[in-house]
């Protein structure tokens, strides 16, 4: 099967309990085919949820799951043509790597030469073919996880369902394997919702992001299109780093209203004579990177943060700062971006 347009429609998931709980409410989401999707959002925001739900293994309370044309809501697992890469690497420690890879292949009847053939092919993929003889207790946690993507490729999956598969690692393993995963990506083998609270990972795999809060898709487009189109200040605040500073619109606008607030990010802000300072603080952080600076810096507007390409600033010095008002974003009472006053 090749890999299919993948549509989600107004999922609902309720767990009941000592207390009830609504995982997921009015998600919907369309992936087109071969395209990756990643699925911004904090713990216990639904994502595992509605990846389960994608997978087969958990049935939706309402709603549609479609791989095309075909409606696969009602429709188990086995029958989906999906690969998944967990989080826990959850291969078969009595297995070698080899026969973890070909678990799948064998289980559908498919012939030993074809296994073979199959297996080192993945194996190449996934950079594990050092390891095809070994068991999972010798192998490292980077080699465990290429042995489980290969596992999850072998059998050419339409819909390939990644549940945070890198939170495991450690940082330099994280950073080689967020560059595979995101080569395979763009290789198209398969329609791909990709699973992860942390931004870095989203931006690198993910040609869109959907960003996820409490059990329903928020909003979904590409990083640029987020980052300078925000529905809200949930999304603003989910993307860019340093993080955005949600501050009192009164503080650029001369006409904002009660309640409105200004979204500044660190490039809309620099460091200037205490003259051509629209707003005045004290540096209270200053976060030094080599190559880039951010310093903090605090006063009754709140805290912002600004880029320092020259001499770091000394904590508790004075500071002031030039807004440029057209890279401010500006949100009404509710926290939605107001559309005619933004200046992406």
């Known amino acids: 099967m090749t890999a299919p347009e993948l549509i989600l429609e107004a999922l ?15 998600c919907s989401l369309r992936a087109n085919a071969g395209e990756c999707i990643a699925i911004l959002g904090a713990s216990g925001c639904g994502k ?3 990846l389960r739900i994608v997978a087969g293994l958990a049935s939706p309370d309402a709603g549609r799951v479609w791989f095309g044309a075909r409606d696969v809501t009602r429709e188990p697992a086995q029958r989906r043509d ?13 297995m070698s790597a080899y026969e973890n890879i070909a678990f799948g292949l064998r289980a559908r009847g498919t012939r030993a030469q074809q296994i073979d ?15 095809l ?12 996880q290429r042995v489980a993507l290969a596992r999850a490729l072998a059998t050419r999956p339409a819909v390939l369902l990644c549940d945070e598969p890198l939170s495991r690692l450690d940082a330099p393993l994280r950073a080689e394997l967020r560059r595979e995963l995101a080569a395979l990506a763009r290789s198209r083998v398969a329609t791909m919702l990709y699973v992860t609270h942390d931004q870095s990972e989203a931006l690198a795999v993910g040609d869109r992001i959907a960003v996820m809060r409490e059990g329903t898709i928020v909003q979904i487009g590409t990083a640029s299109e987020l980052f300078a189109r925000p529905r809200d200040t949930f999304v603003a605040s989910a993307l860019g780093t340093p993080a955005i500073a949600l501050v009192p619109a009164e503080v650029v606008f001369a006409d904002a209203l009660p309640g409105e607030r200004c979204g500044i990010r660190a490039a809309a802000v620099r460091l200037c004579s205490e003259r051509d ?14 190559d880039v600076a951010y310093a903090s810096i605090e006063g009754a507007f709140g805290t912002i943060a600004v880029r320092v390409d020259g001499e770091r600033p000394l904590l508790g010095a004075r500071a002031s700062l030039a807004i440029d008002r057209a890279r401010v974003l500006r949100f009404n009472r509710d926290g939605v971006r107001i559309e005619t006053r933004v200046h992406a």
Do not use: I, N, Y
């Not at 999906?82 to 009595?94: I, K």
């Not at 053939?117 to 390891?131: D, P, T």
């Open 82 to 94: 999906v690969g998944l890469v967990f989080q826990s690497d959850a291969l078969f420690a009595h």
């Open 133 to 144: 003889e070994r068991g999972p207790s010798s192998l490292s946690g980077g080699e465990r």
């Open 12 to 26: 609902e998931k309720t767990f009941a309990g000592r207390a009830r709980v609504r995982a997921l409410r009015d």
């Open 48 to 50: 595992t949820t509605l």
């Open 277 to 290: 300072g629209d707003v005045h603080g004290v540096v209270r952080a200053v976060e030094d990177f080599l």
């Open 117 to 131: 053939a199959r297996v080192r092919e993945v194996a190449a993929q996934a950079r594990a073919s050092h390891v």
